[in-house]
């Protein structure tokens, strides 16, 4: 430690030349059914992954049923008409695997984790639950009451305050403009006859996609899939209905109005592009640049430079319908103003200025660099095959973009901010108390104050 010297504790690091770096191969095939198949085999000890993803995303969730697909999908291994809950718990437990079931906002999920020579009855028990879910009454009621216990519990959190904030501001009247979990008054007013009526139509073959990866014997895993899924039959299901952003000219300032906070939680954003854009890849160098990483801009001003927050980050959301870009940070309430500030001077100066080579660089090793590590574990190379079915994205996707990123220059990542940022028509959302944050929120924008029960509301007035 002696031999440290403060120039170099100014100076990062020179970083590593990356190694290169290919994804691992597969099969990809179609079932007579309509079913999408992919298969990975690779070594990482006696162990399978299954994922089987259907086309129930909470984005196909008008506001009157908001909730609907996240709690079907929570519903599905609560009992089928052959097998109650405890049944299926038992069965998984005997093969000494693990199941889960949920919904995000692309797609329903049915997984289990299992030892490889178990391949065989786990498929089979996810065939049965995916074919034979039946929604028992008690069980409706059941967990109907524990989400909307849950639901009461998020609305004292001040980040999904502000998460339900910057949605209904950018998406009202719409699927994105609520939670994906619900609301109270949709929550109650579900029952069994929305949820069968969704899971009939819904989780079909045609638009699903199961994903088998790990210590796969690709031959026996073909016969199993034939014999747990061959057989599944369905209809085509509906397509999401159309998610339009709300129209905006200005900046818009809304002000959740919690007196008794410590700090404010801080989001500020847009609607911007969904997931199947052909720049969604470059723009995640844009982002980790700017607020995808430690080193990025945003956190370094923010944390490092200002002090007034122990992070910040930025994204824009990997939905099939035009997600939401935003900037996020729980912030010290009296640095607000100079912090929403910072965050919009960061998104100009993109604009404006052209990177430099060697920040440019720096991001593309570091993305480059943990790509890898997002394949390590079996779950994270079926992430990765699950994002090309659920987005029909070609097999040589990620290679593809990849090179994109290799090949990405500093001007086309001024042309990308200048096309796909918004900084003069922002929603701002601060969660915290109003007597403090109006006075230094004034001049951003026109500003709305809410109370928590109203944060859905605020997309709503007049622009």
Request: contains cysteine; glycine residues 8%; proline residues 7%.
């Amino acid at each position: 430690m002696d031999n440290v010297t403060e120039d170099m504790r100014s100076k990062p690091p020179i970083p590593a030349q990356v190694i290169p770096f290919s994804f691992p191969s597969f099969e990809h095939f179609h079932l007579a059914s309509g079913l999408e198949v992919y298969l990975a085999s690779i070594d990482r000890g006696p162990l399978v992954s299954l994922h089987l993803a259907c086309p129930a995303g909470a984005w196909h969730d008008s506001p009157k049923v908001a909730g609907r697909a996240t709690l079907a999908a929570e519903l599905l291994d609560e009992g089928t008409y052959d097998l109650t809950a405890m049944e299926i718990a038992a069965r998984i437990d005997s093969l000494g695997g693990f199941l889960s079931s949920q919904a995000d906002w692309n797609a329903s999920w049915l997984s289990i984790s299992l030892l490889s020579k178990h391949l065989e009855p786990g498929l089979d028990l996810l065939a049965q639950i995916v074919t034979g879910a039946a929604f028992p009454d008690a069980e409706v009621a059941r967990l109907r009451q524990q989400r909307l216990a849950n639901l009461q519990r998020r609305a004292a959190q001040p980040s999904s305050l502000a998460a339900d904030a910057l949605a209904g501001a950018l998406y009202p009247g719409t699927a994105y403009g609520q939670p994906a979990m619900g609301t109270r008054d949709a929550v109650k007013a579900l029952g069994r006859s929305e949820l069968v009526d969704f899971y009939r139509q819904q989780f079909t073959p045609r638009g699903s996609v199961l994903i088998l990866a790990g210590d796969l014997d690709l031959t026996a895993a073909n016969r199993a899939i034939e014999r747990g899924l061959g057989g599944w039959s369905g209809g085509q299901p509906l397509a999401a209905g159309s998610i339009q952003s709300r129209a905006q000219e200005e900046t818009r300032v809304i002000i959740v109005d919690r007196p008794e906070a410590a700090q404010t939680a801080l989001r500020i954003g847009h609607a911007s592009i969904p997931r199947t854009h052909p720049e969604y890849v470059p723009l995640q160098v844009l982002n980790s640049l700017l607020g995808g990483k430690f080193t990025s801009r945003i956190n370094l001003s923010l944390r490092e430079e200002l002090g007034i927050t122990y992070g910040a980050s930025s994204s824009f959301s990997p939905r099939l319908g035009p997600g939401p870009f935003q900037v996020a940070a729980d912030v010290e309430t009296d640095g607000v103003g100079i912090g929403t500030r910072e965050i919009i001077r960061q998104l100009h100066r993109l604009q404006d200025e052209s990177v430099d080579e060697v920040e440019l660089q720096d991001t593309k090793t570091y993305l480059l660099g943990v790509f890898p590590y997002s394949l390590q574990r079996i779950d994270g190379l079926a992430s990765r095959l699950a994002d090309l079915g659920i987005a029909s994205l070609p097999d040589d996707y990620f290679d593809q973009q990849l090179a994109v990123v290799r090949s990405l220059r500093p001007e086309a990542i001024q042309m990308l901010a200048k096309q796909h940022l918004h900084p003069t028509r922002l929603a701002v959302v601060a969660v915290g108390p109003a007597d403090k944050l109006q006075p230094q929120l004034e001049g951003f924008g026109r500003i709305s104050i809410v109370p928590p029960s109203e944060v859905l509301q605020a997309g709503l007035g007049p622009d």
